[in-house]
Structures are given as structure tokens and as C-alpha cells.
């Protein structure tokens, strides 16, 4: 984290670094931003550091899945003739075709529209998608509960008159029944139930694992894979959540000292909670939030919120209040790597992404985080990703 060096320490902690400890992906929401009919100018796309030598292609598929829900009429325009630009390339012909004829193709229909915040420089994480092991019943081993949605779990923001709900808490999710709308208990409470074999009423029960806090990671990516004893596995991804504010537990075990802005990272979160199972769960129930999730069949990677299929390395979770899902952003940033035991600044990362997914950490305009996909790679990529970049929003070009 040598680039932490630049920023002054007080503004990192308060505004970047402790929203984003263990954020990559708590909470996901439905895209409730709205579509201006402004056009803002741009620069072309071969302008964009980078835009010759990536390889685009990558998102085609992506971009084709995209262009089924596409709504302006510039939008659909590029969407009626990716599919043609695409097949002009013979099954001969490398991917270096598809790239070439992709750039022609989006830089005819866009152009590459700065998003910045007030300090100019933007800041991207990571997430991934793990892998726990477990089973579908409970066993003495398994015994920690992957919740289902509840019965009646209805999100808020979706609702405009909420009778006999005051929401003074601000809760995002409740249950609605009988006409009424409760409020769900906070992790604390859910935990202290099942360690005591009472579970929440009417919420399914998708999986058992070991583990209290790979459940607890499995939250916080809001999707992973459960390896079942029979060779088979079982992928789940967000279904909701209690309505709880997200409290990261990062900013805490800086506070005592635990651990420092130097050193924390999701991995040395999940090292100190492993390496002191007395306090572990009092920490993690200190982020009242606690997500619940659905069986996701017959796909090979995660749904993000934009109702289509991640992409490792090309799916970005951003604000939506700030940039619509479903638009292709350009990131220039860097990965990191790790350098005689200490985390730097690593190859550069200038790529073309579809902002697919949300997040409960990721506020804010010029703020992102690039999904990894799964494997101990795209982990560690996802616990030490905090670099400094910048991002262009591919916007239509001006009639």
C-alpha cells in the first residue's frame, strides 16, 4: 500500500479506506438511477490510455446480454449491430479480429465521458467469489445456516406509501405481513438464535457450512460457491437482507489497535478473527447487516444487479445514483502485487468494463469494484485492491 503515501492519512481513513475494508459487495440493490437526455461531451474513445491494445472482446457477450434491456434509441442502434460486427469474424481468425471490429463499432456509436470526484482521483477494490465447503443438511460439523429469503421480505426504497411504517431506523429491507411491516433482527440476534438451535422463522435454509466467519465473508461478497460432500456444489447469490446499515469492522480493530492502516486488508481481517475465535463473533456482529440468499442454477458465474452474469475482470460494481447499470465504463488503475512482503503498486489495469453490479461500500461517483471472479488469484486480488484511478463512462455520442 505504498501509495497510501499520498493521500493525507485523517481524509483516507474517513473517506476512502475504512468504507471499503471487507465492502467488495455486502448489498445489492435494484438500478433506480435515471436516464438524463443531457449530452455531455467527451473525448473519442482512442483517446482513452490503453484503447488499442485491450483485448474488448472480452465483454462481448456480456455487452450482447446488456443490449437485451438497453432503452434509449442511441443505445440500440450500437445493440442492433453488435451481433452482425461480431460474426464478421471468421472461427479462423484469433480474437484480435473481434477487438479490431468492436473498437470501430463503439467508437462510432460513443464516446468517453470523464466521471471525477472532488479530489480528481478515483478509487477502486475488488471482489470475488468464494468458495466454502458445506452441505445440505446439518451435520455436527456443518451447523452454521445459509439463510433463504424470508417469507414476506420486501424491499422499501421499492415502496412509495408505506403504511403503519414509521422507518425511523432507516431499514432498507422489512417483512411484510398481515399488512404490517416488521423489522428484522440484526446479526447479534440472528447469531445468538441458531448457536442456540432457534432459527428464523418461515426463511428457508439453503446450505450448512463450518464456519461462522466464512459465512461472514460469504456476506459481506454477496455471492459464492458451496462445495457439497457428494462432489457436487450449490452457488447462491444475493436474495436481500435484514435492512440493516453495513458498519464495516474494519475501522473498529484499527481503532483498538488490532490492526493498521498499514497492514489491513480482508485477508488480515480474516487472519485475526481466525486468531482470536473468543472475540471474532462480537466483532462481526458489530456490522448489524446480514444478508440472505437465493440458489443461483444453470450459470457459471454470479447475477450482479444489473440481472445479468458477472464477467471476472470486466464487471464493475459503482454507485447508481451516480452512473446507470448497464453502462460500459473505461478504468485506468493498477493491480496490486506483493513485493518482498510488502503490497505495491503493480501492472497497470486499463480496461474496457460493464458496470453490472452494486455495492454497500461503493459510494460515490468516481468509486468502483472489479469483480475477480473465483479462486485464490481473484481472492487475494479482491483483499489488497485500493488503487487510485480513473474512470470514463462510454456515453452516446452528441446528435
Same mark, same amino acid.
Given at each position: 500500500? *505504498?501509495?497510501?503515501?499520498?493521500?493525507?492519512?485523517?481524509?483516507?481513513?474517513?473517506?476512502?479506506?475504512?468504507?471499503?475494508?471487507?465492502?467488495?459487495?455486502?448489498?445489492?440493490?435494484?438500478?433506480?438511477?435515471?436516464?438524463?437526455?443531457?449530452?455531455?461531451?467527451?473525448?473519442?474513445?482512442?483517446?482513452?490510455?490503453?484503447?488499442?491494445?485491450?483485448?474488448?472482446?472480452?465483454?462481448?457477450?456480456? !455487452?450482447?446480454?446488456?443490449?437485451?434491456? =438497453? %432503452?434509449?434509441?442511441?443505445?440500440?442502434?450500437?445493440?442492433?449491430?453488435?451481433?452482425?460486427?461480431?460474426?464478421?469474424?471468421?472461427?479462423?481468425? *484469433? *480474437?484480435?479480429?473481434?477487438?479490431?471490429?468492436?473498437?470501430?463499432?463503439?467508437?462510432?456509436?460513443?464516446?468517453?465521458?470523464? &466521471?471525477?470526484?472532488?479530489?480528481?482521483?478515483?478509487?477502486?477494490?475488488?471482489?470475488?467469489?468464494?468458495?466454502?465447503?458445506?452441505?445440505?443438511?446439518?451435520?455436527?460439523?456443518?451447523?452454521?445456516?445459509?439463510?433463504? =429469503?424470508?417469507? @414476506?421480505?420486501?424491499?422499501?426504497?421499492?415502496?412509495?406509501?408505506?403504511?403503519?411504517?414509521?422507518?425511523?431506523? /432507516?431499514?432498507?429491507? %422489512?417483512?411484510?405481513?398481515?399488512?404490517?411491516?416488521?423489522?428484522?433482527?440484526?446479526?447479534?440476534?440472528?447469531?445468538?438464535?441458531?448457536?442456540?438451535?432457534?432459527?428464523?422463522?418461515?426463511?428457508?435454509?439453503?446450505?450448512?457450512?463450518?464456519?461462522?466467519?466464512?459465512?461472514?465473508?460469504?456476506?459481506?461478497?454477496?455471492?459464492?460457491?458451496? !462445495?457439497?460432500? +457428494?462432489? /457436487?456444489?450449490?452457488?447462491?447469490?444475493?436474495?436481500?437482507?435484514?435492512?440493516? =446499515?453495513?458498519?464495516?469492522?474494519?475501522?473498529?480493530?484499527?481503532?483498538?489497535?488490532?490492526?493498521?492502516?498499514?497492514?489491513?486488508?480482508?485477508?488480515?481481517? %480474516?487472519?485475526?478473527?481466525?486468531?482470536?475465535?473468543? /472475540?471474532?463473533?462480537?466483532?462481526?456482529?458489530?456490522?448489524?447487516?446480514?444478508?440472505?440468499?437465493?440458489?443461483? +442454477?444453470?450459470?457459471?458465474?454470479?447475477? @450482479?444487479?444489473?440481472?445479468?452474469?458477472?464477467?471476472?475482470?470486466?464487471? !464493475?460494481?459503482?454507485?447508481?445514483?451516480?452512473?446507470?447499470?448497464?453502462?460500459?465504463?473505461?478504468?485506468?488503475?493498477?493491480?496490486?502485487?506483493?513485493?518482498?512482503? +510488502? &503490497?505495491?503498486?503493480?501492472?497497470?489495469?486499463?480496461?474496457?468494463?460493464?458496470?453490472?453490479?452494486?455495492?454497500?461500500? &461503493?459510494?460515490?461517483?468516481?468509486?468502483?469494484?472489479?469483480?475477480?471472479?473465483?479462486?485464490?488469484?481473484?481472492?487475494?486480488?479482491?483483499?489488497?485492491?485500493?488503487?487510485?484511478?480513473?474512470i470514463w463512462a462510454l456515453k452516446p455520442l452528441c446528435a
Open positions: 500500500m *505504498n501509495y497510501l503515501k499520498y493521500w493525507v492519512l485523517s481524509f483516507l481513513i474517513s473517506n476512502f479506506l475504512l468504507p471499503i475494508f471487507l465492502s467488495a459487495n455486502p448489498t445489492h440493490f435494484t438500478n433506480h438511477s435515471s436516464t438524463h437526455s443531457i449530452c455531455t461531451s467527451g473525448i473519442p474513445l482512442t483517446q482513452l490510455p490503453g484503447w488499442d491494445t485491450d483485448h474488448q472482446s472480452d465483454l462481448a457477450q456480456s !455487452l450482447l446480454a446488456d443490449c437485451q434491456i =438497453k %432503452k434509449l434509441d442511441s443505445e440500440k442502434k450500437f445493440c442492433a449491430a453488435l451481433p452482425s460486427v461480431l460474426a464478421s469474424c471468421s472461427p479462423t481468425q *484469433n *480474437n484480435a479480429c473481434e477487438d479490431q471490429h468492436l473498437r470501430v463499432l463503439l467508437s462510432q456509436y460513443f464516446q468517453a465521458v470523464p &466521471i471525477v470526484n472532488n479530489s480528481n482521483t478515483g478509487l477502486f477494490t475488488g471482489y470475488y467469489e468464494p468458495t466454502l465447503t458445506g452441505s445440505l443438511t446439518k451435520t455436527p460439523v456443518f451447523n452454521i445456516p445459509i439463510y433463504g =429469503k424470508p417469507v @414476506g421480505l420486501v424491499e422499501l426504497k421499492n415502496i412509495k406509501n408505506i403504511k403503519n411504517n414509521k422507518n425511523s431506523n /432507516q431499514e432498507t429491507y %422489512k417483512i411484510l405481513s398481515h399488512g404490517q411491516y416488521q423489522s428484522l433482527p440484526d446479526r447479534a440476534s440472528i447469531f445468538q438464535d441458531f448457536s442456540t438451535n432457534h432459527y428464523l422463522p418461515n426463511t428457508p435454509i439453503l446450505a450448512w457450512v463450518s464456519s461462522e466467519i466464512d459465512d461472514f465473508f460469504l456476506q459481506i461478497q454477496g455471492s459464492g460457491e458451496i !462445495l457439497l460432500p +457428494n462432489h /457436487q456444489s450449490l452457488l447462491v447469490g444475493y436474495a436481500g437482507q435484514n435492512g440493516k =446499515k453495513y458498519v464495516p469492522i474494519g475501522s473498529y480493530l484499527i481503532k483498538i489497535g488490532a490492526l493498521t492502516t498499514q497492514n489491513i486488508s480482508m485477508e488480515s481481517i %480474516k487472519s485475526w478473527l481466525e486468531t482470536h475465535p473468543n /472475540q471474532a463473533q462480537r466483532i462481526m456482529n458489530l456490522n448489524p447487516s446480514f444478508v440472505f440468499f437465493r440458489v443461483l +442454477n444453470n450459470i457459471q458465474q454470479p447475477i @450482479g444487479a444489473n440481472g445479468t452474469q458477472l464477467t471476472p475482470y470486466r464487471s !464493475l460494481a459503482v454507485d447508481p445514483k451516480y452512473l446507470n447499470l448497464g453502462t460500459p465504463v473505461w478504468l485506468s488503475t493498477y493491480l496490486p502485487m506483493k513485493l518482498n512482503s +510488502n &503490497i505495491q503498486k503493480g501492472v497497470g489495469f486499463n480496461h474496457l468494463l460493464l458496470a453490472e453490479d452494486t455495492g454497500g461500500a &461503493i459510494k460515490g461517483p468516481a468509486r468502483g469494484d472489479i469483480y475477480f471472479g473465483g479462486g485464490e488469484d481473484a481472492e487475494w486480488l479482491a483483499g489488497h485492491m485500493q488503487s487510485p484511478g480513473k
